[in-house]
């Protein structure tokens, strides 16, 4: 087993959504172990009340590894995995869709910068505004790689698969 990942779904979504269950299983076939939190009942509580169950709830998760886990998220997902990785260590960072902000909540996204990063964005994001990530990830010097595409970036499922891969590869290099 190469090491843990950790995939934490969005909003309105589930632990079996079309993204995260596309980069589960092409972790697991790269030796992998996976598990992807169900944050359905967090998420009840609406966008800015989720947050911080959210995070309790990922945090939990990590603390019962061995090492520490790879983050990826997808939107709220992201939002949350970046804010995590700020209180426990983590071996890399895969985010798509990240918000720079979460309406009602008292912090802004943020992440640790000493592991590597990957953000993922559309182009027409109508969720959330590409500006605020481009902004974030240039004063951070993080790579972004936007791609044409909405919100739910399910044009390009196997783009960021593939990407997912290229991480993953580096991740085992630097190991």
Not at 58 to 73: D, I, T, Y
Request: charged residues 20%; contains cysteine.
């Amino acid at each position: 087993m190469r090491g843990q990942i950790i995939l934490s779904h969005g909003s309105d979504s589930g632990p079996d959504a079309t993204k995260v269950s596309v980069l589960a299983a092409l972790a697991e076939s790269l030796g992998w172990s996976t598990q992807r939190p169900d944050y359905r009942d967090d998420d009840r509580r609406g966008h800015a009340g989720s947050v911080a169950p959210r995070i309790a709830r990922l945090r939990a998760a990590m603390e019962l590894l061995e090492a520490p886990p790879v983050l990826v998220g997808s939107s709220m997902g992201a939002f949350v995995s970046g804010l995590a990785s700020l209180e426990r260590p983590v071996a890399g960072l895969f985010l798509l869709a990240t918000p720079a902000a979460i309406p009602g909540f008292e912090s802004a996204f943020d992440l640790r910068l000493d592991v590597p990063t990957v953000l993922i964005h559309g182009w027409r994001d109508e969720v959330c505004p590409l500006d605020e990530m481009y902004e974030f990830a240039g004063r951070r010097q993080l790579p972004l790689l936007i791609l044409d595409d909405d919100h739910r970036l399910s044009a390009n499922v196997d783009t960021i698969a593939q990407q997912f891969r290229l991480f993953l590869d580096q991740l085992a290099v630097a190991a």
